[in-house]
């Protein structure tokens, strides 16, 4: 913990601290007790940024915990199922993905079958300029990195679908950003067979009914299509370049061109990479008439839409152009984001027909996505809209505690208590 803490801050740092304590399993952290009980890919790179303030053996066993589900051809599912739980304290559980069944899945640990936002190298890379001892810090990012290699290998090869240089999410889970409304209009399309999937089958209210039977028939299709990338490309239904994943994707691009250089490895293809998402981005998802990102819908070839916190994501790519870097922060501080909310950054453009306040992802405030642009905001020198960002993100978490998400206009905690990442996030942010 810093020293230069205020009171408050020490409280909340040690509230924090303790979330984290609970929700650790022996190996990896739980993304909320009891609502999602296993090990989350996202969840867990965000985790491991606060126990490498709080518990730094921890952060390191975190991450590698989560390799442990990694595909043979370098896909990192989405979930690692603690298996020492019973079978149906989550659903979908393992029964669902049959990721046993595939010949790349591992063979000893379960898992879905899809992926998330790839900001594991990015989180390395930090974890690495927290460590106290660098010695042993370059010794995790030499076991991390070939991992890393093989996670960014497979999204450029198998998940490059519209073939422009970006990785493409084949279901609304691999967004992270689940019910985003920027998902609206292709999941309209999908066909539903006349028997719903979805059980009765979970607690939680948001999202349910129709919207999950659709997301359930996508794991469906995938899954009897055997996960193979040229189902993918050719058939799926549902094939979207996300700006937010993109981004995350460039800046650990960056990251691991960084880690390579560190562990005596070639950081130059990792350069590469990272200038030709560059490219991609402004070429493919960036939209003049709106002056910011959007997702581009791969089986219409037309921008969704929909303005979300996920159009911000680019602020991730440190060479984001000054006119684009101008345009999306007056976008964040208009009233359709920062401007008209209490506390921000709301997940939804909040003047869309579709923004919903306590909406899951169609609104409410979620500390993971400030986390994402506050970063962004920093290395782009932009401290009115990183202090905007920190300064919310506090009061959210002091007003309603380690909630999943919060009401954009006054702060309410909704879903999840006590859940992982706004804990751990929260720790990164105190420093
Ligand atoms: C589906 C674990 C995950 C987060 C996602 C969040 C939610 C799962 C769900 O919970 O997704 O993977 O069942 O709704 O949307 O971002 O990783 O915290």
Redesign the pocket.
Known sequence: MSSRLTGDETALWKAAARVLDANWTGTATA??PG??PHQ????SAFISLGLARHRPDRAETELLSLFRGQWADGMLP??VFNTTLARHA?F?GPDLWRSTGQAAAPRTVQT?GLT?PPVHALVALRLHECARDGESSRGFLARLYPLLAAQHRHLATARDLGAGGLAAICHP?E?????SPAWDRPLAALQLPPTAYAPAH?S?T??TGEDYDR?VRLVALMRDAGYRPEYLRESHPFAVEDPLFNATYLASAHALAEIARIVGADPVPHREAAQRLHTALLDRLWDPDTGCFRARDLRDDRLLPVITAGSFGPLLDPELPAAHVRNLVDLLLSARFAGAAGYPVPTCDIQAPAFDRGG??RGPT?V?TNWLIWYGALAHGLPVVADLLYGSTIRLVRQSGFR?FFDPFDGTGRG?HD???SAALVLDLLG
């Open positions: 993304a909320s609502l999602y989350w890919s996202w969840d989405h979930i989550f979908p879905s998330q889970w967004s992270g950003l689940d019910n979970r939680r948001l999202p997301y899951y992802w979620w993971s999943e999840s859940y992982s990442w």
